[in-house]
């Protein structure tokens, strides 16, 4: 009879390290907070990988009761500084939960954003945007063009349906749509630099209503599609790698949208 050593699956550390080799530390904003949120032992194995764009309690309690051993979300876990951990308060929760089970937790946020391959190239593959590239101060956002000029309320539909969201919220300052500036999540911090950019319309996952209002004096379009809806792709860009870095491991993509239209 054949016999077959088993080859084991990375670490949890091993596996951090190789995944920040694809999504540097370096590419994370000074303001923010991620890396390695949680983990009770390093040279742990990881055999079973949940991937989320938030740590949600549901999540965490999904992780715990279908054994798995990592955790990597978009969000961070914890993303302003704690003082106490303490049953009482939810963050602090859910990070006992997690250490009671040895369940790890990586969160990629800025970096993955920034990276190739990310939240906003991936945002930018969804549109429809060609000759693509970076822009604003820290390289985070993207714009492009599209193949045709568009109609807004045409454009805005089709990205409604593209991305899965509930509802899509548009400023028209009357323009048609060729040029296009991007920002998954909360963007409402880079309209100027979208205009600046010379884009003719702009669309995040988040944009104030002031920013919205003040679309048509500023000249620019402002397309909102949803927080969530605009970063839940990145979960398949994760996956991948983590499929590509670690094959045996099992990958499950969990839905962590807690937010509902009616």
């Not at 992780?63 to 054994?67: E, F, M, V």
């Not at 101060?137 to 193949?147: K, N």
């Not at 927080?227 to 499929?243: A, Q």
């Given at each position: 009879m054949l016999s077959y050593e088993r080859?084991?699956?990375?670490?949890?550390?091993?596996?951090?390290?190789?995944?920040?080799?694809?999504?540097?530390?370096?590419?994370?904003?000074?303001?923010?907070?991620?890396?390695?949120?949680?983990?009770?032992?390093g040279t742990a194995e990881v055999n079973n990988v949940l991937i989320s764009l938030d740590v949600t309690e549901e999540v965490v309690d999904y992780?715990?009761?279908?054994?798995f051993d990592l955790i990597i979300s978009h969000h961070?876990?914890?993303?302003?500084?704690?003082?106490?951990?303490?049953e009482d308060n939810h963050v602090s929760r859910k990070i006992i939960k997690l250490i009671t089970n040895n369940v790890a937790v990586f969160?990629?946020?800025?970096?993955?954003?920034?990276v190739?391959?990310?939240?906003?190239?991936?945002?930018?593959?969804?549109?429809?945007?060609v000759d693509v590239c970076s822009f604003g101060?820290?390289?985070?956002?993207?714009?492009?063009?599209?193949?045709d000029e568009r109609e807004l309320e045409n454009f805005a539909e089709d990205i409604k349906m593209q991305l899965g969201a509930d509802s899509v919220r548009y400023a028209d300052a009357y323009n048609n749509v060729k040029r296009v500036a991007l920002v998954g999540g909360d963007g409402k911090d880079y309209v100027r630099d979208a205009?600046?950019?010379?884009?003719?319309?702009?669309?995040?996952?988040?944009?104030s209503y002031n920013v919205m209002e003040e679309a048509a004096e500023m000249g620019i379009n402002l397309i909102e599609a949803g927080?969530?809806?605009?970063?839940?792709?990145?979960?398949?860009?994760?996956?991948?790698?983590?499929?590509s870095l670690d094959g045996n491991a099992y990958i499950e993509i969990a839905d962590s949208n807690m937010i509902r239209a009616v």
């Open positions: 080859i084991p699956n990375m670490t949890v550390k091993q596996l951090y390290d190789k995944l920040c080799e694809q999504i540097p530390e370096s590419l994370s904003c000074d303001w923010d907070n991620d890396g390695i949120m949680c983990a009770t032992d992780a715990i009761s279908r054994n961070p876990l914890i993303f302003k500084p704690i003082s106490k951990v303490t969160s990629f946020h800025t970096r993955a954003d920034k190739t391959g990310g939240v906003n190239d991936l945002l930018a593959d969804y549109i429809g945007l101060e820290d390289g985070l956002g993207r714009i492009g063009t599209l193949p205009i600046a950019a010379g884009a003719d319309t702009y669309v995040s996952g988040r944009l927080h969530y809806f605009t970063e839940f792709p990145v979960t398949s860009f994760f996956s991948t790698l983590v499929s």
